[in-house]
């Protein structure tokens, strides 16, 4: 039976879409448009590029955010795509400056870096009375934008690990690798309680944090890999997946939304800690996923758009599925948030993808870009770019009242948040400096 609950998620969830989908036009745009340009400037371009794709996305996800539910307007914006692809083909003069490839993975670049990007504006603009209160992360069930966001950044860092290139990373050298975002989240905890900064206990619990999720997820993920070949991951998380519904459903899950005292470490980080089954279940899902699109990329078989559209349905039906059903919760990190997470992925990777393999047909004839300046230097530095935004918001927060700025004042300050993290990794990507993990 249809609840009203689940027709209001619906509602949600579309309009979630709706405001995602629009990113994937920024860059199209961004990528067209300083093809026109003949300078060569960095700096040029990168302004231009701020004003093309990361301005749009804050306007979309803060002041202009009620705009984005009506359909037309993703009509409108998609037949002003198509337009101007149609304009450039007919009417751009053909020059002789070809691209420089960077990868044969430029759509890996942006579905990563809108990610990143999103994800980051986010975690600043949650704190200012312009950014939507129905986007903000939900206490138990339901579709928001920063309950999406985590769950994409797994994504983001599962499609690249380098096991979906055939590698094999040992348990040591993976917890080796992880030390950095243990020492991370560890710092992150004592700096929040020396300062008091305000942390709600139902994300992660009282010491938990994302960091730490990460870092078990990805220690986790090379375990299982070490027991069983990333050939037959699939069906064993698929099992894993299944097994931690079912222990959600018969008590796990009244526990976790339980209000009874947190009395010891187990019960202060059981958010943390429970969900961390569902992230894993998210990494793995994603990772085999993209080793299996490389293989068929590699074999030049002409399946890949079959492939996406089957991991697209496939996700979008169980999704309609748990919520009707069953739930979907960011702070379960159940199989409905899972399923949920990796549609929005999916069909982004998709859309770039499908771009990528457009443009490339075009790159021999016209100056075109695959990736913009800004997405290469987010995706050379993800990690540091997440490090930067977050050390910043809690500046910001820590330094002024957010709910008392006034709303042109609170954009402003958005808007340079963004401009200074996008900055930091632009220099570090012209140094060619890069923290690994």
């Excluded at 931690?244 to 018969?250: A, T």
């Excluded at 899950?253 to 961390?276: D, L, M, P, Y």
């Excluded at 899972?338 to 990777?349: G, H, K, Y």
């Excluded at 963004?418 to 993990?437: A, P, R, W």
């Amino acid at each position: 039976m249809i609840t009203t609950k689940v027709i209001k998620d619906g509602k949600i969830a579309v309009e979630l879409f709706l405001l995602v989908l629009p990113s994937f036009i920024y860059v199209v745009i961004s990528t067209i448009v300083p093809s026109y340009i003949k300078c060569r400037n960095k700096m040029y371009i990168y302004i231009i590029e701020y004003l093309l794709l990361v301005f749009p996305i804050i306007l979309k996800i803060t002041v202009l955010s009620n705009f984005g539910v009506n359909i037309s307007y993703a009509v409108c914006i998609s037949l002003f795509e198509i337009i101007i692809l149609i304009i450039i083909k007919i009417s751009l003069p053909e020059t002789k400056t070809t691209l420089t490839k960077l990868s044969n993975n430029h759509f890996i670049t942006n579905v990563r870096s809108t990610i990143n990007l999103i994800s980051i504006i986010a975690i600043l603009a949650v704190d200012f009375k312009i950014f939507p209160t129905r986007f903000s992360k939900t206490s138990e069930t339901g579709f928001s934008l920063m309950d999406v966001g985590v769950g994409l950044y797994v994504f983001s860092n599962a499609i690249v690990a380098p096991e979906t290139k055939g590698k094999k990373s040992s348990v040591k050298q993976s917890f080796k690798n992880s030390m950095l975002l243990i020492l991370i989240g560890i710092l992150r905890m004592i700096l929040t309680k020396a300062t008091n900064y305000n942390v709600s206990e139902l994300e992660y619990g009282v010491h938990w944090n994302f960091f730490i999720t990460l870092a078990v997820t990805k220690i986790c993920t090379a375990y299982i890999l070490s027991i069983f070949d990333i050939d037959n991951i699939l069906v064993n998380t698929i099992v894993l997946n299944f097994f931690y519904e079912v222990l959600l459903q018969m008590s796990l899950k009244n526990w976790i939304f339980s209000k009874a005292k947190r009395t010891n470490i187990i019960s202060a980080n059981k958010e943390g800690i429970v969900s961390s089954i569902g992230y894993i279940c998210l990494y793995l899902y994603s990772l085999y996923f993209s080793y299996k699109l490389n293989k068929i990329k590699n074999s030049k078989s002409k399946n890949s758009n079959i492939y996406f559209l089957t991991w697209i349905s496939i996700s979008l039906g169980f999704t309609t599925f748990c919520a009707i059903h069953l739930e979907v919760s960011r702070r379960l990190a159940n199989s409905g948030y899972v399923a949920w997470v990796l549609f929005i992925a999916i069909f982004m990777t998709w859309l770039f993808y499908c771009w990528d393999i457009f443009i490339t047909g075009f790159s021999k004839k016209y100056n075109f870009k695959h990736c913009p300046y800004v997405y290469e230097a987010i995706n050379y530095n993800g990690l540091l770019f997440f490090i930067v935004g977050n050390f910043l918001t809690g500046l910001i927060n820590l330094s002024i009242s957010t709910v008392l700025i006034s709303s042109i004042n609170s954009l402003l300050i958005i808007l340079t948040y963004m401009f200074i993290n996008c900055s930091v990794v632009l220099v570090l990507y012209h140094m060619e400096f890069k923290l690994k993990f």
